[in-house]
Antibody, heavy 121, light 113 residues
């Protein structure tokens, strides 16, 4: 059974950094593209970033480009999101999500439970 | 970016009745090389992550009850729940995966009348 477990969330001040992680199990992690999707409190879903199955390709939403970095360690079945220069508008629950296919444009067939990142002074 | 617009924003339907949610994309999400519409539907219950219901506009994900169906092509799509059950109370999102960034509709909140 596929399991995705996010960690690393918590209150952070504007301008500071935070690193999120997602531990994957129950799948051959290195076969799948992986995404981060976020949801501001009481709001809709916003795609954040994708990394290809082998880590060679990465794409970002304009809202986070230059500030966030997605990475993965296939030897540890772990996905990460390094978030720098955080802003109040980055406040959200961050979900890691598995792509159904090896393409940056994909549906997300498994999601973690999410980790909350409040950005506040 | 492709903008996804859902209607209505909220919907109240009686148990056992049909619920219909619409999704319109700002440009066609039909991809000719594979002859498919790159459109998915998700269900999100309070405090839970989204759950994939339908992809390719009309292909039901494994384990999804057959009362859920998707239709449409090009820019106009519909999610239909044929006979509403109490466990269907949720927010529903459409998503296009035709191009990056992947984008979602604003969501439709479905309640029991």
């Amino acid at each position: 059974q596929v399991q995705l477990v996010e960690s690393g969330g918590g209150v952070v001040q504007p301008g500071r950094s935070l690193r999120l992680s997602c531990a994957a199990s129950g799948l051959t992690f290195s076969n799948y593209d992986m995404h981060w999707v976020r949801q501001a409190p009481g709001k809709g879903l916003e795609w954040v970033a994708v990394i290809s199955y082998d880590g060679s390709n990465k794409y970002y939403a304009d809202s986070v480009k230059g500030r966030f970095t997605i990475s993965r360690d296939n030897s540890k079945n772990t996905l990460s999101l390094q978030m720098n220069s955080l802003r109040a508008e980055d406040t959200a629950v961050y979900y890691c999500a598995k792509a159904m296919w090896q393409q940056p444009n994909s549906v997300f067939d498994y999601w973690g439970q999410g980790t909350l990142v409040p950005v506040s002074s | 970016d492709i903008v996804m617009t859902q209607s209505p924003d909220s919907l109240a339907v009686s148990l056992g009745e049909r619920a219909t949610i619409n999704c319109k994309s700002s440009q066609s999400v039909f991809y000719s090389p594979n002859n498919k519409n790159h459109l998915a539907w998700y269900q999100q219950k309070p405090g839970q992550p989204p759950k994939l219901l339908i992809y390719w506009a009309s292909t039901r994900e494994s384990g999804v009850p057959d009362r859920f169906s998707g239709s449409g092509s090009g820019t106009d799509f519909t999610l239909t729940i044929s006979s509403l059950q109490t466990e269907d109370v949720a927010v529903y999102y459409c998503q296009q995966y035709y191009g990056l960034p992947n984008t979602f509709g604003q969501g439709t909140k479905l309640e029991i009348k």
